[in-house]
């Protein structure tokens, strides 16, 4: 049998000498050819048993050459292995389809390589002989690419589809046809507390779960993102059914428990839901994203549904907001905190507030996330401090003034409170509220942010306590004074057991660290006659006092 003979074709003169030297021990005839169109001919005359081709090329790239080997009856069993400086997941997926034997990256390892080249010498060799037998060169390379696009398509935890299936299948979707999106409320959290092997196992299991609750031909299942996972429904009957079918998993979920090793992992749903055909997935994810924000367990959206602010709202709000800016038209408005064994006022909430020209009040829901969007947000939040500081500077009330966790690692607001306080002679009656629900990923720069302004005597409360499971991993973590229980526990402790169950565990742990308990959203007076038998400190809400534009002496 006559030496194998292999044909080097690249433009690189360093790139043809690697592979040279990496070959100089086997008992190879090189040829070489520097670009894909003397490469061609040289196949055309030779006939080699394999080609080693690099991708990116003048004139012809090797892709090109590719689909001209392969096009061709004489050349198309020949093998080609792609070498390339790009060594992706994408990559590799383009070059089998592209009709290549195999791919390496640069730079190879040599050992690798060898055993490649011999490989697919061997099955080119023995193609007639092995062309019956079910590992045939055909199969094993069908095979190979088979396994490579099921990778690309699956996710490697749960097995699930992933989102990249997802967008494939949905452009196969009948007029009759639904997806929904679920995120584990928190899960980032649940990853902290017990860690990143118990969270993967939590996935799974969920994801078994998952697949238990909607069984059937009608149900596709996915995980398109960490926490997140997608059900595509073939046929669905209706909003009314998409409705029944996101409440049932939302409230079997809220009945049981995810069992991982010794764990009994008690999980949270928010769902997103569309049947808007023609964009479902961008839409679902909408809808998810509006679910989230206005703190609901559920949403789908349809034709009918909007955003809540529109392009047209974003500019509307975007000048209303420089307007504001401009002529000083943003005020803090104080809602009162009782002491609930005195029954006075000691502390306030400063809330911000547009008053417009012609005395309309503008609450924050209307401006203030757009404010983010718009770079408005940091004066918007100077003008808080600078006039909720002048307001208070000469009582003795405490105040609180809401910041998010991305306020106190942004230098630019962070130096001008530490300069405030500075000079401020109340500094030790200002308390900086974080909002519990805020994701904290740095956690280095808020603890330095903390430390900081406790060294002018000032406190630290977690607000809307409660309403994630990031509640003691924060408490925890962070040097908090005060905690302020969610009013979605609070209001409805007059007939909800649960809330009164959760209530009583908060104050009870808060009560073992010495931190002070605030109930917000006290409604009325049978709620506040149980936030007070319950031994809450603090209680804020309209039945004590709303938000006023001066200060109740």
């Known amino acids: 049998m006559r030496q194998p003979v292999i044909l080097i074709i690249d433009d690189n003169d360093d790139s043809r000498l690697a592979i040279r030297a990496a070959l100089r021990k086997k008992n190879y005839i090189l040829l070489e050819a520097q670009n894909a169109e003397d490469g061609l001919r040289v196949i055309a005359r030779q006939k080699p048993d394999l080609v080693i081709m690099d991708v990116i090329m003048p004139k012809m790239s090797g892709y090109e050459a590719l689909k001209h080997i392969k096009a061709n009856e004489e050349t198309n069993k020949i093998p080609v292995l792609i070498v390339t400086a790009l060594g992706s997941m994408d990559e590799k997926i383009i070059a089998l389809e592209a009709g290549a034997d195999g791919l390496f990256s640069k730079p190879f390892d040599r050992v690798h390589l060898i055993e490649e080249i011999e490989t697919l010498i061997t099955l080119y060799r023995n193609k007639l002989q092995i062309i019956e037998k ?140 569309s049947m808007f055909q023609s964009e479902l997935l961008i839409s679902a994810e909408k809808a998810l994203k509006m679910a989230k924000k206005r703190n609901k367990s559920m949403l789908i959206y349809h034709e009918t549904f909007h955003e809540h602010l529109s392009y047209e709202q974003n500019i509307y709000w975007i000048n209303k907001i420089k307007d504001a800016i401009h002529h000083d038209n943003i005020y803090p408005f104080f809602q009162p905190i009782i002491n609930n064994k005195t029954n006075k006022i000691e502390k306030y909430e400063c809330l911000v507030r547009i008053i417009d020209r012609d005395g309309t009040i503008h609450l924050p829901i209307k401006f203030l996330e757009i404010s983010q969007k718009s770079r408005n947000y940091a ?34 607001i962070t130096e001008y409170i530490y300069d405030k306080l500075e000079n401020y002679s109340g500094r030790n009656r200002v308390i900086f509220e974080l909002l519990e629900s805020e994701g904290i990923e740095n956690y280095d720069d808020v603890y330095a942010f903390i430390e900081k302004v406790k060294t002018y005597g000032c406190k ?65 007076e049978a709620i506040q006659e149980i936030v007070k038998k319950l031994n809450v400190d603090f209680s804020q809400g309209y039945y004590l006092g709303q938000p006023q534009h001066e200060i109740l002496d």
Do not use: W
Not at 236 to 261: A, P, W
Not at 474 to 485: E, R
């Open 134 to 273: 079910k590992d045939s060169l055909d199969n094993v390379l069908h095979r190979q690419s088979e396994e490579l696009v099921h990778y690309y398509y699956t996710d490697a935890l749960t097995m699930l589809p992933n989102r990249s299936q997802l967008i494939k299948d949905i452009k196969n979707v009948n007029e009759f046809s639904s997806l929904i999106l679920i995120d584990i409320d928190s899960f980032k959290d649940i990853v902290y507390f017990y860690g990143h092997e118990i969270g993967d196992v939590c996935l799974k299991i969920f994801a078994s779960k998952l697949k238990y609750a909607l069984e059937g031909d009608n149900y596709t299942h996915y995980r398109v993102a960490g926490d997140v996972f997608a059900i595509l429904i073939k046929k669905c009957k209706g909003i009314n059914y998409l409705s029944d079918l996101i409440n049932n998993l939302i409230e079997d979920t809220r009945l049981s428990y995810v069992h991982c090793q010794i764990h009994e992992i008690h999980i949270r749903l928010t769902i997103g839901g």
């Open 460 to 524: 630290i409360a977690i607000d809307d306590f409660g309403s994630g499971y990031s509640n003691f991993i924060h408490l925890l973590k962070l040097k908090v004074d005060i905690i302020k229980i969610d009013g979605s526990l609070i209001r409805d402790l007059d007939h909800d057991k649960n809330a009164q169950i959760i209530v009583k565990t908060i104050i009870e742990f808060a009560n073992n660290l010495n931190i002070l308990t605030v109930a917000e959203f006290v409604h009325s």
């Open 379 to 412: 004066s918007i939040t100077k003008t808080m401090i600078e006039k909720a500081f002048k307001k208070l500077e000469n009582t003795a009330y405490e105040f609180s003034i809401n910041l998010s966790a991305k306020d106190m690692i942004d230098s630019d």
